[in-house]
């Protein structure tokens, strides 16, 4: 049996087994295309779609074609292949496909589907679809692909909220990773996080359902969106335990997402909020027709008035007719790019407001569209919920701009939920110290709350001082010193240790952690690594197996990024070292602004304000530098099998720091290890974030395990 996986990374397998795919992305893009359309394609189409003149696309597509055979037609048995004179096909019957399994499920009456078929056809889908296959050189097909995701997303979501309603009354634990993956698909849609936050309070999570509420509330409050069923979730969970709506036992179709596949319900349309007089302006500028067309039509569906140019000539004549808002700037365009047309517009007072769109995700074009005063920066191929979310977000920001000092009444429905309430503990206190390392570095750590121990080995930039005040971090101070003696310092080379040094190497962060310990006298401890101190906390386990309770391992990798780059990407990290050395000190913040969106996209302003001056003051160009190049040495892979403590590892599936595969593969490599997948980008888990309290959740249930095993030691304190 042949089996065709679109949905996540291309796969083919026959009989079970995993089949080499041919090397070449046209090659598998081309077998991607015939699957997904399902009907025959003329030759002159997809030459025009996959190659270019020069590449000689006839012979080109002969070629992938005879590849194409070889993978996937039958032995000894019918041609799936069909390459006619004037067309090409893919013939179907007998094999399988996931995204085709999808879309005929979503399709159908979903009353009517049996819930294992449900459940079979959610766990088959392993992502987006064609994931990774990108041809930035290639348009069209980029914008079909881009649309056919679209698609899979609202026949996934539909299959989704059928599955959720089916298991809410009688199964909500096994119903909860599916309501968290439908808010995951659309976080933006005020439906599924509501229903998310119902299930939750019946199960008794509701710290983790109001975290949710306010997350939402400011997303759909920051976009310009309605609250909808969301503010009555919010509503219940402020109203006290008597007088809250017992759980009925069948589904609650109040809060159930309509199914998508039959309707656009789950990408929200035009509200009254959007058609007012004062309707926004935006202006698409793009060298791909296609490509704009389609956004225009989205983003005109939404509420917007949608110009688009091909040219940044004709976008200047769009102007002269009309102003804009805002324009959408693709950077790859012939004859006149777009840093050079952002060059021409005039972004302050009275002139539009400028975000880029393109395939270019280096961070030297990061930096340089913000030093154009650029307001933001999205890379190709892109979810048109999350480009509609930035654009509102970024209009809003133009107002508040315009009218600082003007306070609008507060809509009711936009009042964030509070945690339910309870007795507040005053806020931990901190003592600094210093101790000396055995090379006479000297290392500055704190000590903060009552209790237990918890060391928190140093990770990427801190500051002991700073980070208490900083909202990027000092939720994290708080609540590991609730109930515990939290433990943190700074690394050599950054923050109040020392930062004139001679070695900085993992075994020299190492010796740091010895002395830290030794000089808050800590015996036997749990240990909390984030990011590469995940990779100091493994090293010391295996050093020390009595010494270390558990681990709990966040954002980690035991491969630094020298190890698991490929070429592209070494280039592009010996760019962004470059910049370190000539933008990390000076006085704008736009080289720092780039490095903040990878640590936390999703922050607020003044969260990326505050690590943008965190970064400054911390250490110096040289040593960032020096830092970056020791965490791309590290290499601790063979050390995994040696743990032997029980460990936790956490990391967050859209990780742009530290990708999410390398959190999995550190969690696999340790025997015993439980791997917890938590929903978000920020490598920084902010405190707005339902990720946080996921996270807070699993670390408190874990951590408490080894205090009732008596594993530490009282008279340590």
Same mark, same amino acid.
């Given at each position: ?5 679109? #949905? ?49 696309? &006839? ?131 005020? &439906? ?133 808002? #805002? ?102 206190? +901190? ?54 003696? #939290? ?8 923050? #109040? ?137 590290? +290499? ?37 290890? &439980? ?43």
């Amino acid at each position: 049996m042949l089996t065709i996986q679109l #949905l996540g990374e291309m796969t083919v397998l026959r009989d079970g087994e995993a089949l080499p795919l041919p090397p070449s992305r046209k090659t598998r893009a081309l077998l991607g295309y015939l699957v997904a359309t399902g009907r025959p394609q003329r030759r002159e189409k997809l030459c025009t779609m996959l190659w270019e003149v020069p590449d000689d696309p &006839r012979g080109a597509l002969r070629w992938s074609l005879s590849k194409l055979r070889g993978l996937v037609d039958e032995p000894n048995g019918p041609a799936r292949i069909l390459a006619e004179r004037e067309t090409v096909s893919y013939v179907p019957e007998g094999a399988r496909c996931d995204l085709r399994t999808l879309r005929e499920t979503a399709t159908r009456p979903l009353e009517s589907v049996g819930i294992e078929t449900l459940r079979t056809v959610v766990d088959n889908i392993e992502g987006d679809f064609l994931s990774g296959l990108e041809l930035p050189g290639q348009p069209d097909f980029q914008a079909w692909c881009l649309a056919e995701r679209e698609d899979a997303r609202r026949h996934h979501a539909a299959v989704l909220d059928a599955l959720v309603s089916r298991l809410a009354a009688t199964a909500p634990e096994e119903a909860l990773p599916h309501a968290r993956r439908l808010v995951e698909l659309d976080s933006f849609a005020a &439906r599924p996080r509501a229903a998310l936050v119902a299930l939750l309070a019946r199960l008794g999570r509701r710290e983790e359902a109001a975290q949710h509420c306010e997350t939402g509330t400011r997303l759909l409050q920051e976009a310009g969106l309605p609250l909808g069923p969301l503010a009555a979730a919010a509503r219940d969970l402020r109203a006290p335990p008597s007088s809250r709506h017992t759980a009925a036992p069948q589904t609650d179709t109040a809060t159930r997402l309509p199914v998508a596949a039959a309707n656009a319900s789950a990408l929200p349309g035009p509200t009254s909020r959007d058609l007012r007089e004062d309707v926004k302006r935006l202006i698409i500028v793009d060298d791909e027709p296609e490509l704009g067309r389609m956004v225009a039509e989205y983003l005109g569906g939404h509420g917007f008035a949608v110009r688009t140019a091909t040219s940044g000539q004709a976008m200047r004549r769009l102007l002269a007719e009309e102003p804009a808002d #805002l324009v959408i700037l693709d950077v790859n365009m012939p004859s006149e790019d777009g840093f050079s047309v952002a060059r021409s517009l005039r972004t302050g007072a009275g002139g539009p407001k400028i975000l880029f769109l393109t395939a270019a995700s280096e961070v030297v074009d990061r930096v340089v569209g913000l030093e154009l005063g650029a307001e933001d920066y999205v890379t190709k191929p892109f979810d048109l919920r999350e480009l509609r979310a930035r654009i509102r977000i970024i209009l809003r920001r133009a107002e508040a701009e315009k009218a600082p000092a003007t306070a609008a009444r507060p809509d009711p429905q936009m009042i964030p939920v509070q945690p339910p309430t309870e007795e507040v503990a005053p806020p931990p206190q +901190q003592e600094i110290r210093f101790c000396l390392a055995t090379d006479g570095v000297r290392i500055a750590y704190a000590t903060s709350g009552e209790g237990p121990p918890l060391l928190k080995p140093a990770n990427w930039l801190t500051h002991l001082e700073f980070d208490w005040e900083s909202p990027v971090w000092r939720h994290w101070m708080r609540e590991l010193s609730r109930g515990r003696r #939290l433990v943190r310092y700074d690394e050599r080379g950054n923050g #109040l240790s020392d930062r004139q040094i001679e070695e900085l190497s993992l075994e020299a962060c190492q010796r740091d952690m010895e002395a830290v310990i030794a000089a808050a006298d800590l015996t036997r401890f749990p240990v909390l690594g984030i990011s590469q101190g995940c990779a100091c906390a493994v090293a010391h386990a295996v050093e020390h197996p009595g010494q270390i309770s558990r681990l709990i391992l966040y954002g980690g990798y035991a491969r630094g990024w020298t190890h698991r780059s490929s070429p592209a990407q070494l280039a592009t990290r010996q760019a962004l070292i470059t910049l370190m050395r000539h933008g990390w000190g000076a006085d704008s913040p736009a080289f720092r602004q780039a490095f903040t969106s990878l640590f936390i996209p999703d922050g607020t302003i003044e969260q990326a304000r505050w690590f943008n001056e965190l970064q400054r003051m911390t250490t110096s160009p040289e040593n960032a530098i020096r830092i970056q190049e020791m965490f791309g040495a590290i +290499q601790i892979e063979a050390l995994l099998p040696q743990v032997t403590v029980p460990t936790l590892v956490l990391h967050c599936t859209g990780d742009e720091v530290v990708p999410f595969e390398e959190g999995r593969r550190l969690a696999m490599g340790i025997p015993g290890a &439980r791997f917890v997948p938590l929903e978000g980008r920020n490598h920084i888990l902010l405190e707005d974030e339902p990720a946080w309290g996921r996270f807070l959740g699993e670390v408190r249930a874990f951590l408490a395990e080894d205090d009732a095993s008596g594993s530490w030691d009282y008279s340590a304190l």
